[in-house]
């Protein structure tokens, strides 16, 4: 029982963690592609690497119509340009993106991140939203004049005066400093681009963006054009995701050890005490490899009696954790830095279910071999002689 219940044990805290991992790591998906930068983007070739004007999308039209016949509703035309922000004291460089107010709440959450005033409109002229920062730096408040210096699509040095409509405080840097939003369509008049587009970007569920990716790019050979999942553009954020998940693998592999030492000895123990009991066996007939598999499948018992015992437990505590969430705030304080949400709600992945279910029955069947292996070369008479 203390074998089983060691199995239990070991088996639910590893359902929890990986659920709780899984959870965090849907979290900060979310929320990082909700900041800004969505599931894909569709750029010219080359664009993402160095952002230059000149490096348009020539058909934005066609490429939409693509993404559209593959199912995609959420997407996005913007138009990307660094410039220079500059208000009565001092200045500040800024990515400047101009979006579709009317398309853009659909890809990101930029709109319930505005902290004082409002998101942009279609009707909007020369309007601008600053991160908290760039607007303190800049030192504006709602309503100020901020002036926008940049280069239009032909090297000419342009500037406009927007006004500032709204203020986004994220606690990210990327976003609180930076960068600023307007109305597309007031850039690309201030560019002296009409209709002019950098950036397609796309909203799609995480487990599809693979597949949407290779269509796309399959669809768009002939374009001249980048398709590019946010992993790709942001391999840290996937790659701080894999390393994550070694560390929870490195933890199983200790279960599995721990498994495996507990159940050897409970399995060893119970071979010596009946040692007697197996030369009976082997007296009246029994065949040795009869009496290998009876230990065998009392080990797989042992493993399938701990292990169903460890995913009612551990799935109860993900399911009321699942409803209740866990507050990272009490020990981290604010995490909306790393994309992760206070509350974070584990999330049971089957995959990982059945892989760690998995390797707990194995460990199991290989601690009953050895001791299998021990009974099926005992001598028959000297184990009856056994006391």
């Known amino acids: 029982m203390l074998t089983v219940g060691a199995i239990a044990v070991g088996l639910s805290a590893l359902i929890f963690l990986w659920s709780f991992n899984d959870g965090l790591h849907r979290n900060m998906l979310q929320n990082f592609q909700d900041a800004i930068i969505g599931s894909i983007q569709i750029h010219h070739e080359g664009f993402f690497e ?16 693509t993404v559209e016949q593959a199912g995609v509703k959420r997407w996005s035309r913007r138009l990307e340009a660094f410039a220079l922000a500059a208000s009565d004291e001092t200045t500040e460089g800024v990515m400047l993106i101009g979006m579709e ?50 280069y239009d699509r032909f090297g000419a040095l342009v500037a406009e005066e927007f006004t500032l409509v709204g203020i986004i405080t994220s606690g990210e840097m990327g976003l609180d400093r930076g960068m600023a939003l307007t109305n597309i ?20 569920p995480e487990e599809r963006i693979q597949q949407l990716t290779d269509e796309l790019i399959f669809a768009l050979s002939d374009e001249n054009v980048e398709v590019m999942p946010w992993s790709t553009m942001f391999p840290v954020m996937n790659e701080w995701i894999i ?34 009991e197996f030369g009976i066996f082997m007296a009246i007939g029994t065949e040795r490899y009869e009496i290998g598999l009876m230990l065998v499948f009392e080990a797989l018992f042992i493993g399938l009696a701990g292990t169903l015992l460890g995913i009612v437990f551990g799935t109860g505590i993900v399911l009321v954790t699942h409803s209740t ?23 049971l992945n089957l995959d990982h279910l059945g892989t760690t279910v998995g390797a707990i029955l194995i460990a199991s069947i290989i601690a009953g071999l050895y001791p299998a292996w021990k009974a099926s070369r005992l001598q028959p ?3 009856m002689r056994n006391v």
Not at 50 to 65: A, Q
Not at 185 to 204: N, Y
Not at 258 to 266: P, Q, Y
């Open 50 to 65: 160095r952002p230059e004007l000149s490096r348009h999308l020539r058909n934005p039209d066609k490429i939409i119509t």
């Open 101 to 150: 107010a009317d398309r853009a709440p659909a890809i990101t959450d930029l709109e319930k991140r505005i902290s004082i005033g409002r998101f942009l409109r279609e009707d909007d002229a020369y309007a601008c939203i600053l991160g908290a920062t760039t607007a303190r730096n800049l030192k504006l408040g709602l309503g100020d004049p901020v002036v926008m210096i940049g």
């Open 185 to 204: 369509k007031s850039l690309q008049e201030m560019l002296d681009m009409p209709d002019g587009v950098t950036d397609i970007v796309l909203r799609t």
């Open 243 to 276: 390393l994550h998940d070694g560390f929870l693998y490195l933890f199983l592999a200790v279960v599995l050890f721990i498994v495996l030492a507990g159940e050897l000895n409970t399995m060893l123990l119970s071979m010596l005490e009946r040692t007697r």
């Open 325 to 347: 969430g866990i507050d990272l705030s009490i020990l981290l304080g604010s995490t909306s830095r790393f994309y992760v949400d206070s509350l974070v709600y584990p999330h």
């Open 381 to 383: 008479v000297e184990a």
